[in-house]
């Protein structure tokens, strides 16, 4: 069966004229399979270079996890490479290494996924690789051990960090209890508990083939690549797809200041925001024009302008939105000297009513469209860049024509369907404002916008 999207793509961007010239690119289209056992095969021919770039995807990642096991979708990935029934960790390392190629794994809010890159006259084996870690790891107990050893090292540095703590606690306290407000990489005392046991169990039960799908991108023949899949994948045993309960994260209500207390800090790390929007909400198109012009932007955006450049009061400053399976978060990051927060934070929320009270102006309108028709097409360039974006295609099911309409969207969003989403979208009225810094310079500062909770950096 084959699958038109890259066709389409290939449309999409010589249609696509924000500057002014057409864009030609000539992608082919997905060969798609299902194996036996329930995985997805999709491979997309690219013989610009002799490379080959695999990436397999199990939906969930931490949205599996639970507040007892925050972590365990991250650490389990990390051992899949770390010893299987055929191979120890070392020889897995000496393999791949061998034939000059790259293997690992990991995982992310929605999902884990391995990826495996080599020469194309090496794809027997590089995907023989990819299916023993993937079909036959054993998680030894000493792997184990040195990979939590690993992670506990890694949550101490944090803490040491003020730009890490900030995250942290933000997305934290603005998801409660939801796996978006999980650490990535767990934490002291979920870490320190999970067992092999726990570790197998996870394993066993959400990585199955009928819950996931294989890309295969580069220098390959589509029959080829099909019949390897079938060879060193069809072993994998199906299981139950999994269904998990996700608690909806409450709405930030007014304002709420949280102060993280580091007493020798001489700057404030600053995160604000509020829950925003999934992936899926057709109104993520024009949100991603409003964020590029409000804070996404870089030296473009009116938040750099406005508090770096005019402003003068930091270095970086940024707004985002996530785009996750369920509703993710908008926020506005940045750190300014302890003196000068609450002047920081005052520029950032005027920028924040700036865009919903006023349209944005046709300039800053065509210099967004023009940006993302520099930027689709280098997105498309190499096997691995194309395979992340076919990834998110069927990660969230999104569609065929998931980038043509996305450039076309861009293309004809107007000023004001910009202002519509930034009413609809940003609530400087209602928001979570999380700084680290020394409280005894910064607190006065901020009980303008609220109550403020102090926390000290100890206690976390």
């Known amino acids: 069966m084959k699958y038109g999207i890259l066709f389409m793509i290939t449309l999409m961007l010589c249609a696509f004229t924000g500057s002014g010239l057409a864009v030609e690119m000539e992608l082919p ?20 270079v002799p490379v080959v770039s695999m990436r397999l995807v199990v939906p969930g990642g931490t949205l599996y996890e639970t507040e007892e096991t925050i972590g365990i979708a991250n650490l389990t990935s990390s051992l899949l490479r770390k010893g299987t029934t055929n191979r120890t960790a070392d020889e897995v390392s000496e393999e791949i290494d061998f034939i000059g190629g790259s293997l690992g794994a990991g995982a992310g809010d929605d999902a884990i996924y391995a990826t495996c890159k080599v020469l194309s006259k090496h794809l027997d084996k590089g995907m023989e690789l990819l299916a023993d870690i993937m079909i036959n790891p054993i998680f030894p107990e000493e792997e184990i051990e040195k990979q939590k050893d690993q992670f506990l090292g890694s949550i101490m540095q944090s803490k040491s960090d003020p730009g890490t703590i900030r995250d942290m ?5 603005l998801f409660g209890d939801h796996p978006y407000g999980f650490p990535m990489i767990g934490t002291e005392e979920t870490i320190m508990l999970l067992t092999d046991t726990d570790i197998k169990d996870f394993y066993n039960k959400y990585i199955i083939p009928n819950d996931a799908f ?16 079938e060879d060193y994948f069809s072993s994998w045993k199906p299981g139950t797809p999994p269904t998990v309960d996700i608690p909806e994260p409450g709405p930030v209500a007014g304002m709420r200041v949280i102060l993280i207390d580091k007493p020798d ?5 600053i995160a604000m925001g509020h829950l925003g929007i999934s ?3 057709p ?19 009116r938040l750099t302008k406005e508090v770096r450049g005019e402003g003068g009061l930091t270095y970086g400053i940024q707004s985002m939105y996530d785009y996750n399976k369920y509703k993710g978060s908008f926020a506005v990051k940045t750190f300014t000297k302890n003196e000068s927060t ?4 005052d520029l950032i929320l005027e920028e924040l009513l700036r865009i919903r009270e006023e349209k944005v102006t046709e300039e800053e309108l065509d210099d967004t469209r023009n940006f993302y028709s520099g930027y689709i097409p280098i997105q498309f360039e190499t096997p691995d860049k194309i395979a992340s974006y076919v990834e998110t295609i069927y990660l969230y099911d999104l569609g065929e024509d998931y980038y043509n309409n996305y450039i076309n969207t861009v293309n004809n969003t107007t000023r004001q369907d910009i202002q519509d989403v930034a009413q609809e979208y940003i609530d400087p009225n209602n928001m979570l404002i999380v700084v680290v810094g020394k409280a005894e310079e910064v607190e006065p500062q901020l009980a303008k916008y609220g109550e403020v909770e102090v926390i000290p950096l100890i206690e976390l």
């Open 214 to 229: 294989l890309l295969i991108v580069g220098d390959v023949q589509p029959d080829d690549a099909m019949q390897k899949a």
């Open 342 to 345: 609450a002047e920081a934070i």
């Open 283 to 301: 109104d993520a198109f024009a949100c991603r024009v409003m964020n590029y012009i409000l804070g996404g932007g870089g030296f473009a955006s």
């Open 169 to 173: 606690q933000f997305y934290r306290l």
């Open 265 to 269: 800090a001489t700057q404030s790390y």
């Open 29 to 48: 289209e997905i060969e798609h399979m299902t194996l036996d056992n329930g995985l997805d095969v999709y491979v997309i021919e690219q013989h610009e």
């Open 279 to 281: 992936r899926l909400n």
